[in-house]
């Protein structure tokens, strides 16, 4: 099964409009961290916003906010007043437990097309 | 400062060279990774150094080889890679800590070609 799922291949959106990003998580472990990455047609993965399982208030960053349901187990990104620049591939992510240097797993992927 | 620096940004190389790709960080993170990545695709894990120490591999073939000279350098050498070998790498750092976040930032990648 499926640890990270992003079930939205593609979305498209008009600037100044908000969109939500879907992902929905896996795991049995009580502690775990969800993480959501911009990757724009140049390459570099750009951390955007961290979730813990323990935190009680949904992260923000900006124009970021993380829609944090623990009992549906979903992440689901929202981007306020979309931007040209937020063209991209977002990835959502999940780190399993609380040991160092453990490795991310990673969903497919939503690419995000914002017009003008 | 969350910069994680890569080079060369883009190479192209037969299946008979040997050639190298190096991480660069001045974060003092403790953790450094190195992930391969097909077009349209999630990253995928190949190797995880901790404390300048090998602790993931990820079954990658041994044409690749990892390589950690100091907490700062992450280097990947390649040999007798094959035209499935192209494609983006990447490296990531993180500061290692054992609870909560442990964010892996990145570095822009090697586009690598294998002719």
């Known amino acids: 099964a499926q640890k990270i799922t992003q079930t939205q291949p593609g979305m498209f959106v008009q600037e100044k409009e908000a969109v939500t990003l879907d992902c929905t998580y896996d795991t049995s472990d009580p502690s775990y961290g969800l993480f959501w990455y911009k990757q724009p047609s140049s390459g570099e993965m750009i951390f955007l916003i961290y979730?813990?399982?323990?935190?009680?208030q949904n992260a923000t960053e900006g124009r970021y906010s993380l829609n944090f349901q623990k009992a549906r187990k979903s992440a689901n990104l929202v981007i306020s007043a979309s931007q040209l620049g937020d063209s991209a591939m977002y990835f959502c992510?999940?780190?399993?437990?609380?040991?160092?240097?453990?490795?991310?797993?990673f969903g497919k992927g939503t690419t995000l097309s914002v017009s003008s | 400062d969350t910069e994680v620096t890569q080079t060369p940004k883009h190479l192209v190389m037969g299946m008979t060279n040997k050639k190298s790709l190096k991480c660069e960080q001045h974060m003092g993170h403790r953790a450094m990774y190195w992930y391969k990545q097909k077009a349209k695709k999630p990253p995928e894990l190949m190797f995880v150094y901790s404390y300048e120490k090998l602790s993931i591999n990820e079954s990658v073939p041994s044409r690749f080889s990892p390589e950690c000279p100091n907490s700062s350098l992450l280097n990947l050498h390649l040999h007798a890679l094959q035209p499935e070998d192209s494609a983006l790498y990447l490296c990531a750092s993180s500061q290692e800590s054992q609870g909560g976040a442990d964010t892996q930032y990145f570095g822009p990648g090697t586009r690598l070609t294998v002719l």
């Open positions: 979730q813990g399982s323990y935190d009680q």
């Open positions: 992510a999940m780190r399993e437990g609380w040991q160092a240097g453990t490795a991310l797993i």
